[in-house]
């Protein structure tokens, strides 16, 4: 069964930092990219980072690049998201998918059921 499960979402003032985790299984993990993707209400689904799994590749949306960092730690089968210096626009509910390495939400094959990022001005 391919679960993904996000978390450390939260409410943060503009300039803070939070870090979301996303855990996958074995398997969905050690086959696929990982990707995190955002959705604000009213608007569609955005890219944010993807990473590679055996490389650990990253890449980045120009509007978090410098701000935001992907990682994965193969052991335990996470991938986190480090956001910094988080701006009012980034609040969305961030989801994290698990798929071919791509930018295209419409190429990944799992979801997770997303965490809410609020940033207050």
């Known amino acids: 069964q391919v679960q993904l499960v996000e978390s450390g979402g939260g409410l943060v003032q503009a300039g803070g930092s939070l870090r979301l985790s996303c855990a996958a299984s074995?398997?969905?993990?050690?086959?696929?990219?990982m990707g995190w993707f955002r959705q604000a209400p009213g608007k569609e689904r955005e890219f944010v980072a993807r990473?590679?799994?055996?490389?650990?590749?990253?890449y980045y949306a120009a509007t978090v690049k410098g701000r935001f960092t992907i990682s994965r730690d193969n052991a335990k089968n996470l991938v986190y998201l480090q956001m910094n210096s988080l701006k009012p626009e980034d609040t969305a509910v961030y989801y994290c998918?698990?798929?071919?390495?791509?930018?295209?939400?419409?190429?990944?094959?799992?979801w997770g059921q997303g965490t809410q990022v609020t940033v207050s001005s």
């Open positions: 998918a698990a798929g071919p390495y791509s930018s295209n939400y419409q190429e990944y094959t799992y």
């Open positions: 074995e398997r969905t993990f050690r086959t696929y990219a």
């Open positions: 990473i590679s799994w055996i490389a650990h590749t990253t």
